[in-house]
C-alpha cells in the first residue's frame, strides 16, 4: 500500500517570500500525485498534480517537483499570498484509484 | 458546475444514537469515499466505493458502515455514536482508473457526539 507522508506540520513565511511544502512517499509505483488545499469549514480543492514520467509541473504561482530517487515531492509557491494560508495535502491514487493523504501541513502567510 | 454535496453542515447526536451522513455526487463518477478528518491525523479513509453496492474498508472503518445503493448516493452510517467519532467527515467523488483526474469533496459536515 502506498503512504504518504507529511512530518512538518506547519510552516510559516512572509509575505512574498517562496513556501515550499514537502512530501515523501514509499511506493514506487504510482502514476501521479496530487496537491489540494483546504480552508476551514470547507472540503478540499484540488490545486496541481504531477506524473510519474515528470519532475516538475507548473502552473503559475505553483510548481511541484518530484524526485523519484528520493521518492520525495515538493510544493513550492512563489510568491506567497496571504490567501495561500491554508492546510495543504499531497495524495496518491492508487489500486481503484484509492485515495490516500498525508497529514497535512499547515501553511501561515504573514502580511 | 460539478457538485458533490452532504446533507448537513453541522450535526449534533447524542452518544448510542445511529447517525446517517449523506453524500450526493452530480458527476457520474464510479468512486466515491468518506473521510475524517482530526487536527494532527490529516484525512483518513473511512469506506471507499468503486461501484453501486460495492465497498472497501479504508484505514478506520471500526464503528463505521456505508450504503451505496445508487451511483450518486453514498451514505456513511454511525451504528452507535460515541464521543470519539466527533470529527469533520468529508466526502469526495472521482473517476475510476483516471488517477490524473483529481476528486472532488463536498463541503463537509462537522459531527459532535455528546
Known amino acids: 500500500d502506498q503512504q504518504v507522508k507529511q512530518n512538518s506540520p506547519s510552516l510559516s513565511v512572509q509575505e512574498g517570500r517562496i513556501s515550499i511544502l514537502n512530501c515523501d512517499y514509499t511506493n514506487s509505483m504510482f502514476d501521479y500525485f496530487l496537491w489540494y488545499k483546504k480552508y476551514p469549514a470547507e472540503g478540499p480543492t484540488f490545486l496541481i498534480s504531477i506524473s510519474s514520467i515528470k519532475d516538475k509541473n507548473e502552473d503559475g504561482r505553483f510548481t511541484v517537483f518530484l524526485n523519484k530517487s528520493a521518492k520525495h515531492l515538493s510544493l513550492h509557491i512563489v510568491p506567497s499570498q496571504p490567501g495561500d494560508s491554508a492546510v495543504y495535502f499531497c495524495s496518491d491514487t492508487g489500486a481503484n484509484s484509492k485515495l490516500t493523504f498525508g497529514k497535512g501541513i499547515t501553511l501561515s502567510v504573514r502580511p | 458546475d460539478v457538485k458533490v454535496t452532504q446533507s448537513s453542515r453541522y450535526l449534533v447526536k447524542r452518544t448510542g444514537e445511529k447517525v446517517f451522513l449523506e453524500c450526493v455526487q452530480d458527476m457520474d463518477h464510479e468512486n466515491m469515499f468518506w473521510y475524517r478528518q482530526d487536527p494532527g491525523l490529516g484525512l483518513r479513509l473511512i469506506y471507499f466505493?468503486?461501484?453501486?453496492?460495492?465497498?472497501e474498508k479504508g484505514d478506520i472503518p471500526e464503528g463505521y458502515s456505508v450504503s451505496r445503493e445508487k451511483k450518486e448516493r453514498f451514505s456513511l452510517i454511525l451504528e452507535s455514536a460515541s464521543t470519539n467519532q466527533t470529527s469533520m467527515y468529508l466526502c469526495a467523488s472521482s473517476l475510476i482508473d483516471r488517477s490524473d483526474t483529481e476528486a472532488f469533496f463536498g463541503q463537509g459536515t462537522r459531527l459532535t457526539v455528546v
Open positions: 466505493s468503486y461501484d453501486v453496492k460495492m465497498k
